[in-house]
């Protein structure tokens, strides 16, 4: 599996912290012990706090699940190092550039081939200064720079717009057509000898199995093709649900709530996904500008298509007010909201895609849902319609629910299910986590699962106008409770109705 060749060293910012504990690191040791990191490579990380080199293995390895591979973990660890320092300090990044130089001058690297990736795992106030000082200190003059970075992408279009910029400013957001070639022919890291910087902006979802999957179920069958627009669909579910409240999270999640923290980036992304145009190839520029495309059709949501809810404590479970790490115990933040989104285009005029997403819930799901419009003229009588969904997780399949003359003496006709579940049809599989897929493509120089800096504007200018009244507290603005553990608030049922979804499951 070594398919990639060349030399990298992949600094890990913010090395001591959660995200680079939870998942930048295991993702890393499951691309490791998969051969799927280049041959010579050396992971160093850097973060504020003074530890040494057993210490920085310790923290960074203790979310790694090792199994039979604890030889694996050991030769992971032995192309790991860790360096201390401030996120302000150009006497600190000087010293992480001597560091990274005397690693590449020990391991050999030809001139032309020091290729640094930074991995920012850091709290968005330090995304521009620890940039600014990469830049100025610690970007690679012998080789390719990639910036990696994560949300929050700013708090609405203005604050986002002036994150764009900076970073922009820094590190360059298009592809140079010749390493487009490299990419292509999977030369990555071992081909050119000029400079070159490029961002990756991280929405996990994109690195999910099932979501990565979305195009080529649309487009690798002639049947999905035909049948995914309004003459058929009528209307789209995309829905998050998670078991747990904020617990532990409540003053980050406070601040941003559940639209910011999950829709307009993981769910919005998935939408796009499954409404865009077929691109004309799977080069990252071609699908990226499908996305926007459709981002573009699609008008700021208006508070009258939405609903917002707040969970409070149920069955010995606290409600979101009861948080110990939440600060304002009036809080209106919602941790529930099921929006709409109205795409202006041929293909979707009129069906309705609802967005919704909550903490606290009765159960852990994502999926899509697409509903198709009942049969005209129904010989068999009934109403049941035929839907489609992509189960993105727990047990990823895609199944659609149709309807089936009832096996045996009977004429009754029943609804049932095309099942595609992945866990029994391909057992032998395991998927790999979103993360290893984002970091291997940064690694292959692929942009395509990676939100580009017109995308991300175009998410921010449908939510902005929403997010401002209710940051505002405006009084269009009713934020219903609902117990931990439910199914959301008990408005839900009514709403989705509303836009079209019906529940009856008998044909
Ligand atoms: C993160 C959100 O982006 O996504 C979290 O900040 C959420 O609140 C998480 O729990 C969900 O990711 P996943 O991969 O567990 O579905």
Redesign the pocket.
Known sequence: AKELQGAVTIIVLGASGDLAKKKTYPALFGLYRNGFLPENVHIVGYARTKMDHEEYLKRVTQYIKVGVDQDKLEEFKAIASYVSGQYDDDASYQNLDKFIQESETQRGIPSGRKNRVFYMALPPSVFIPVAKGLKRNVYAKEGSNRLVVE?PFGMDSESSNHLARELGALFTENEVSHWKRCAQEKLLLNCCSEIFSKIYRID??LG?EMVKNVMNLRFANVLFGHAWDRTYVDNVQIT?K?PFG?EG?GG??DE?GIIR??IQ??LLQVLTLIAMERPISTDSEAIRDEKVKVLKCIQPIAIQDTLLGQYVGADGKPGYLEDETLKNKDSLTPTFAAVVCRINNERWEGVPFILKAG?ALNEAK?EVRLQFHHVAGNLYGGSARNELVIR??PNEAVYMKFNNKQPGLSYQTIQTDLDLSYHSRYAELSIPD?YESLILDVLRNDHSNFVRDDELDRAWKIFTPLLHKIDAHDSDVHIKPYAYGSRGPKELEDFVKKYGYHRDTKA
């Open positions: 949300k996990h979802y999910k998050f998670e904020t999270r980050y999640f941003f923290d999950v980036n993981h903490k994502v993105i997780q979103a």
